[in-house]
């Protein structure tokens, strides 16, 4: 819980326009309750995330396994989170859901760290941090 807190901390002022453009993944974490730190697509994994002008956005993550999506999204500058509507995914868990992201802006880097998550008994916090495309 100590990285959720240092996460909403950290968040800067973000609106729509900061995300708009090409993103290419920097790196994805996910975190036990004891502070271990886990790679869910493996050490070194390569991604890319777009969002538009119009509302839309894909994601595309690959490494040890592969995660893809799309569908639109609203920012929340007030509350320093994302809400993407996932209309189609390569998982199924996905699909048709709301996945809201905490927004923290630092120069061309940009981290979304999303809502803890119970996995395997314990409560995860995740997060995957971008470097803008030039």
Do not use: I
């Not at 900061?18 to 004891?34: D, F, I, Q």
């Not at 991604?47 to 119009?54: E, T």
């Not at 809400?83 to 998982?91: A, D």
């Not at 199924?92 to 923290?104: N, P, S, Y």
């Amino acid at each position: 819980m100590r990285v959720l807190a240092l996460l909403l901390l950290l968040t800067a002022s973000a609106t729509a326009q900061n995300l708009t453009g090409a993103w290419k993944l920097v790196s994805a974490g996910e975190w036990r309750p004891n502070g271990e730190m886990l790679h869910p697509y493996g050490k070194n994994p390569s991604g890319q995330l777009l969002y538009d002008a119009k509302g839309q956005v894909s994601l595309q993550v690959q490494g040890d396994t592969y995660l893809a999506w799309f569908g639109a999204y609203k920012m929340d500058p007030a509350n320093g989170t994302v809400y993407h509507t996932v209309h189609g995914s390569t998982l199924e868990k996905l699909r048709k859901t709301t996945v809201t992201c905490f927004v923290t802006m630092d120069g061309n880097r940009l981290t979304l760290g999303l809502l803890p998550e119970m996995v395997n008994g314990e409560m995860r916090l995740r997060s995957l941090v971008w470097e803008r495309v030039p």
